[in-house]
C-alpha cells in the first residue's frame, strides 16, 4: 500500500509503462524499430497505422488526429477523463490506495484549475500537438529521402547529426513539460508567452534541420 502523501506526478509518470498500458486497451502494437505503431483509437481509419507510441520517451503519438503526449493524455483521452480524473485513475492503478477524492489529489498535488485556466492548457496542447506533428511529419519525409539517395558514408554522417537534433529536440520538449507541470501545480505561468516559445523552438528546430537536410 502507498501513501498519496509521496506521490508526485514525475514518479507517477515514470512507473506507468505506456506499451503496457495502452495494450491494456486491446490496442494492436505492431514493432517499428524501437518504436510501435498501431491503428488509432480515436479517429476512424482501418488502414493506416498513424498512431506512434515511443517507449524511450514514454509518449504516443498520432499522425492522423493529431492527439498525442503523455500517458495522462492517453488515459484523458481513452477513459474521457479530466487531468486531475487521470492521474488519480492511474495512481489507484500502480497502488496508491489511498486515493480517496479528486479533491485531496488536488490539494495535495495542484490546485482546482478554473475554466479559464483549462482553456489555456487546452490552447497549449493543441498549438504543441499541431507542432509536433509538422515536425515528424517533415522528419519522416526527409529521412526516408535520405535513407534512399545518400551513399552509406553520408547517410551515417546524415543519421549520427539526425541523432543530436532529436535530442536537443527532446531537451526543449521537457523544458515546455516542465512548465506545464509547474502550471499545473499552482505556478503563475504565463500560457501565451509559452506558446510563442514554443513557436520559436520550432522554427529554430526548422532552421537546424533545414542545415542538416542538405549533408
Ligand atoms: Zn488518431
Known amino acids: 500500500m502507498k501513501n498519496f502523501k509521496n506521490l508526485n506526478l514525475d ?3 515514470s512507473q506507468i509503462d505506456i506499451v503496457s498500458l495502452i495494450e ?9 524499430g524501437d518504436n ?9 481509419d482501418n488502414k493506416t497505422k498513424s498512431f506512434f507510441v515511443c517507449p524511450a520517451t514514454n509518449t504516443w ?3 492522423g488526429c493529431k492527439r498525442g503526449s503523455s500517458v495522462f493524455d492517453f488515459i484523458m483521452e481513452i477513459e474521457h477523463k479530466s487531468f486531475w480524473e487521470a492521474v488519480q485513475f492511474l495512481a489507484e492503478k500502480i497502488g496508491y490506495v489511498e486515493i480517496f477524492s479528486l479533491d485531496a489529489l488536488q490539494k495535495r498535488l495542484g490546485r482546482l484549475q478554473s475554466e479559464e485556466e483549462n482553456v489555456g492548457l487546452n490552447k497549449f496542447r493543441k498549438a504543441r500537438n499541431y507542432i509536433e506533428g509538422q515536425i515528424y511529419i517533415k522528419v519522416k519525409e526527409n529521412f526516408n529521402t535520405a535513407k534512399d539517395t545518400l551513399d552509406p558514408q553520408k547517410y551515417k554522417v546524415y543519421n549520427e547529426k539526425l541523432k543530436d537534433l532529436w535530442r536537443w529536440y527532446d531537451k526543449g520538449q521537457q523544458w515546455f513539460d516542465l512548465y506545464i507541470y509547474r502550471y499545473k501545480t499552482g505556478e503563475n505561468i504565463d500560457l501565451a508567452f509559452l506558446i510563442k516559445k514554443l513557436q520559436s523552438f520550432y522554427s529554430k528546430f526548422l532552421e537546424k534541420f533545414e542545415c542538416l537536410s542538405f549533408v
Open 36 to 44: 510501435y505503431i498501431a491503428l488509432c483509437p480515436f479517429h476512424p
Open 61 to 63: 503519438y498520432c499522425f
Open 24 to 32: 491494456e486497451y486491446s490496442i494492436d502494437l505492431e514493432a517499428s
Open 11 to 13: 514518479d507517477l509518470k
